[in-house]
């Protein structure tokens, strides 16, 4: 899930594991959502997207599912490595043509 | 292609200065998007222009916020007269279309 303020949910896995990282969006009006990936210092990094009419979309090591009963969002990171260890932000696309994001998740990956 | 450029990549301004930030986005790109992030708030959208357009400035905080496009290949977010709850990191992104974002390394801003 998400939460706002000063501490970001903090996700730690085992390098080599798999990462779940889920995301809970508002407006079940919602067609097209990203997921972001956020270094330290850097600006967000396109990971991966999926549009309203999808359940489920894959890329490199990467996994993103689309439940839109509950409105959840989740992504998958297949053999997490410690270059993975970051920030992971949701974005939604709501009906107003507008973007918001969710506050992000920390991943560590521990060696 | 070098990516969306941003500068300063850090400012340090007093209060009730004037602070000007400038983004280049990709070329080709039709859309460009100006974000506020902090951490008690997160990654905000400020405004976002199409084709040189602003088009949604609902989230502008205040008159104090203006952004300008004068050209395909050049913004600015001006914050004038600057306060301490102005400090953030501001990015600017830029698409092709309405989707998949590209950001800039961002602005980090300190108003003292």
């Known amino acids: 899930g998400e939460s706002v303020g000063l501490h970001l949910p903090t996700l730690s896995v085992q390098e080599g594991d798999n990462s779940i990282i889920n995301c809970a969006y508002s407006n079940s009006a919602s067609d097209y959502f990203i997921w972001y990936k956020q270094e330290s210092g850097k600006g967000p990094q396109f990971i991966i997207d999926i549009r309203s009419n999808m359940d489920k979309r894959q890329g490199q090591r990467v996994t993103v599912l689309l439940n839109k009963t509950v409105k959840h969002l989740s992504l998958q990171i297949a053999a997490t490595q410690p270059g993975d260890s970051a920030v992971y932000f949701c974005?939604?696309?709501?009906?107003?043509?507008?973007?918001?994001f969710g506050s992000g998740t920390k991943l560590n990956v521990k060696p | 292609d070098a990516g969306v450029i941003q500068s300063p990549r850090h400012e340090v301004t007093e209060m009730g200065q004037e602070v000007t930030l400038r983004c280049k986005p990709i070329s080709g790109h039709d859309y460009l998007f100006w974000y506020r992030q902090t951490m008690m708030r997160g990654l905000e959208l400020l405004i976002y222009?199409?084709?040189?357009?602003?088009?949604?400035d609902s989230g502008m905080p205040e008159d104090r916020f203006s952004a300008k496009m004068p050209n395909a290949s050049f913004s600015t977010l001006k914050i004038q007269p600057s306060e301490p709850r102005d400090s953030a990191v501001y990015f600017c992104a830029s698409s092709p279309e309405y989707n998949e974002q590209f950001f800039g390394p961002g602005t980090r801003l300190t108003v003292l």
């Open positions: 222009f199409n084709n040189n357009v602003p088009i949604d």
């Open positions: 974005a939604e696309r709501d009906n107003f043509n507008k973007f918001y």
